[in-house]
């Protein structure tokens, strides 16, 4: 399987490192594999991070196979968790809370730094960034369950930031542990009331399962078969109907019904109080093909674009039992957002 929500990457200065998803989400990763886009980039930082003759060998062959750095397989896990993780309340996966995410990957990413200067450069985002973009989310709401771990990393993270000559956000991250409160959060969701009852009228109707790949993270029930359509006939047009169940939040998002692959209508969805929904008019072609038979109707939620490289039944399947099975882990091993939605269960 090589779909990305299988192959955690951290994309270094010069290199990419790649995880197998398997040991991140058991809490053991054993390796990692380093491939150089651009050894003279990434030559300093390679030789400090794997050891002269590892480093060698990747300058030779423009790769190497090494034993996983810790610090790089843990800000690996959470920069995979803020795309991929599969929250469903259905499947009783809770959603992890975007600002402590980024908070811990602030942490993470700083404590990378320090372990190979230069391995960062460039990289998607700073401690500083994510910092900043944790205290916009909601940070200070968010860390109640684990309000003791925050401050803790509240007091490291400042101290990094002050050996940076960072005084502004050192003094905001003290500032957050001392006002970091114990308490409780709740996650609203928008549980889907299920299309309506066939009846006089309907052309055709079915259930479709959404595709993590082409939709934002965290804003849909990661469970399958959570969309239901029906195409319906008036007196003197045809609408399609589109009802997505398991909402979690908000997002611009779109469906488009297709037949053999081809699509024929395109639907805006809205957040209601039932989850996601929309209707759209027919034209005359669309009419025609939702009635035509044979011909096998489609539903497709999100992004359409053909380069997007979509998930199967398979890799969704996959991912839900190596999170599922995290719960046994002890919470060392976990992120504090996991932490954080398991103690709002009880």
């Known amino acids: 399987m090589t779909h990305p929500v299988h192959t955690p990457v951290l994309a270094a200065d010069g290199a990419l490192l790649r995880f197998a998803l398997a040991g991140l989400l058991r809490g053991s990763a054993p390796s990692m594999r ?19 003759e590892a480093s060698l060998t990747a300058l030779r062959e423009n790769h190497v196979n090494v034993p996983a750095r810790p610090e790089l397989a ?5 920069l995979w968790a803020r795309r991929w993780w599969p929250a469903s309340p259905t499947l009783g996966i809770p959603a992890l809370d975007p600002a402590l995410l980024d908070f811990e990957a602030a942490i993470a990413t700083a404590a990378v730094e320090d372990l190979a200067e230069g391995l960062l450069d460039g990289f998607e985002a700073s401690p500083p960034e994510l910092f900043d973009q944790a205290l916009d989310a909601g940070l200070a709401a968010a860390a109640g369950p684990v309000a003791e771990e925050v401050r803790r990393l509240c007091a490291q993270l400042s101290a990094w930031f002050d050996r940076q000559d960072d005084l502004g956000r050192a003094e905001a991250a ?6 970091v409160a114990p308490g409780q959060r709740a996650y609203a969701l928008a549980a889907g009331s299920g299309p309506a009852a066939s009846g006089e009228g309907v052309l055709a109707e079915g259930r ?3 595709d993590w790949a082409r939709v934002p993270p965290g804003v849909l029930d990661a469970a399958e078969d959570t969309a239901a359509w029906r195409i319906v006939a008036t007196r003197t047009a ?7 169940s398991g909402a979690l939040g908000d997002a611009s998002l779109t469906a488009s019904a297709t037949r053999d692959g081809e699509p024929f209508a395109e639907v805006a969805l809205h957040l209601g109080s039932a989850g996601f929904a929309g209707t759209t008019e027919l034209d005359d072609a669309g009419a025609r093909l939702a009635a ?11 992004a359409a674009d053909p380069d997007v490289e979509g998930t199967t039944p398979e890799d969704r399947a996959a991912v839900l039992a190596l999170v599922r099975a995290r719960e046994a882990l002890p919470p060392t091993d976990r992120t504090l957002a ?3 939605a398991a103690d709002e269960e009880f």
Not at 74 to 78: K, P, Y
Not at 238 to 244: G, Q
């Open 174 to 179: 003290a500032g957050l542990a001392a006002r």
């Open 208 to 210: 479709a399962s959404v």
């Open 292 to 302: 035509t038979a044979p011909g096998r109707i489609g539903l497709l939620v999100g």
């Open 238 to 244: 045809a609408r399609l109907e589109v009802e997505v």
């Open 74 to 78: 843990r800000l690996a896990l959470l």
């Open 34 to 52: 380093v491939e150089l886009t651009d050894p003279s980039s990434a030559e300093l930082w390679v030789t400090r991070l794997v050891g002269p």
């Open 338 to 340: 996991e932490r954080a």
